[in-house]
Nanobody, 127 residues
Framework: QVQLVESGGGLVQAGGSVRLSCAAS????????MGWFRQTPGKEREFVAT????????AYADFVKGRFTISRDDAKNTVSLQMNSLKPEDTAVYYC????????????????????WGQGTQVTVSS
């Protein structure tokens, strides 16, 4: 089991940037594919971005392509989400998730594929 703690959320104006970080416990972080999801009240949690255990394979939801960048630092057991050109519709609670992956290229996009989740961090984008 991996414990995940997100940080970096807050209030930002439209067009601005925010960087989210997720710190993971454990010594086998490099064995996990990592993902970011988000959720707004009354809606299903939705996929945002994922990065393979190798770091060499990435995937993004269409609505964030070109604006968000996911990255990982295995030396620090962290995964980050750089969010640029933010829009009011990006307002949500953002969750970090981990999946133990045998394949180095695995980029899971579905909630049920993930094993552990963080508590979430709120990002609010004002217009």
């Amino acid at each position: 089991q991996v414990q995940l703690v997100e940080s970096g959320g807050g209030l930002v104006q439209a067009g601005g940037s925010v960087r989210l970080s997720c710190a993971a416990s454990g010594r086998t972080f490099s064995s996990y594919a990592m993902g970011w999801f988000r959720q707004t009240p009354g809606k299903e949690r939705e996929f945002v971005a994922t990065i393979s255990r190798s770091g060499g394979f990435l995937a993004y939801a269409d609505f964030v392509k070109g604006r968000f960048t996911i990255s990982r630092d295995d030396a620090k057991n962290t995964v980050s989400l750089q969010m640029n050109s933010l829009k009011p519709e990006d307002t949500a609670v953002y969750y970090c998730a981990s999946k133990f992956s045998i394949n180095y290229y695995d980029t899971p996009r579905l909630q049920y594929e993930y094993d552990d989740w963080g508590q979430g961090t709120q990002v609010t984008v004002s217009s």
